[in-house]
């Protein structure tokens, strides 16, 4: 086995003997045991119509996996922030440092097993999600792959961009730092839509580059996009002015070249976490 692939397995341990793996999935468990209820009394209840069903239900989706979204970014800042800072700090990785390994395999290993455990949550809790959904209200997203994989990538952006900081601040700094952009780009994303909707340049403006200098909002506006069915997006825009103004809905897809933007910005930040680590002083 490589040193990476050691440090990955290794890291992926430590994250387990924590215990936040084990939180994580028994509050998610929860709050899938709680939608489902919330859905099948939403399904079958007899004081609105079936078309008025048939909105509600995908919004109802969209907003829960908005907070599951919420979960998997801040999970993804939380598991990162101590990756190298508190091993820095403890002089674990002296140790580790010392033997025949280059630190970018270090951190490779890192970030490898980090996003095997923010790869794992956000396909269980999408699946468990929507295979709840579907059971009790016979609603199913139409593509529920693209929504797990436009999850892990928002987590993943994040724990890139926390990975890096953590080469040289330290932990509690680290954690804060990456809450308060990922909130920070998820406001500046609801103040563009508000320029959409009222037609305001410059607060449009300011959703757009904020979706450039940190992806995480732009990729779940794709996820977004893919939990709704192409008769909702259809009604919404029929029914409701400005609703491209929406936070909560995607008129279309994220375009190839945003995609491909977001993975040169995601090299281009875990190389600068890579050089950073090297010339750090242990």
Known sequence: MTPTLIIARLTVREAVRRKLVAVLLVLSLATVGLSAWGFDRLAHTHS???????????????????MFSFVVALSASAIASPAVSAEVESGVLQTVAARPIRRSEILVGKWLGLALLVAGYSIIVAVLEMLVVDAVSGFLPPNPVAVAVYLFAEGAVLLTLVLAISTRLATLATGVIGVALFG??????????????????????????????????????????YLEPSGFVSQRLAEEVGAGGNPFFALSPPSWPYLLYA??????????????????EL
């Open 48 to 66: 609105v119509t079936s078309g008025e069903v048939e909105i509600a239900l995908p919004q109802a989706l969209i907003l829960f996996m908005f």
């Open 184 to 225: 920070a780009g998820w406001l500046a994303g609801v103040v563009g839509s508000l320029g959409t909707t009222f037609k305001i340049p410059a607060l449009r403006v300011v959703g757009d580059v904020a979706r450039y200098v940190l992806p995480t909002d732009g990729l779940w506006h794709g996820a977004i996009y």
């Open 263 to 280: 993975a040169i910005w995601f090299l281009i930040v875990f190389a600068t976490g890579v050089v950073s680590f090297s010339r750090r």
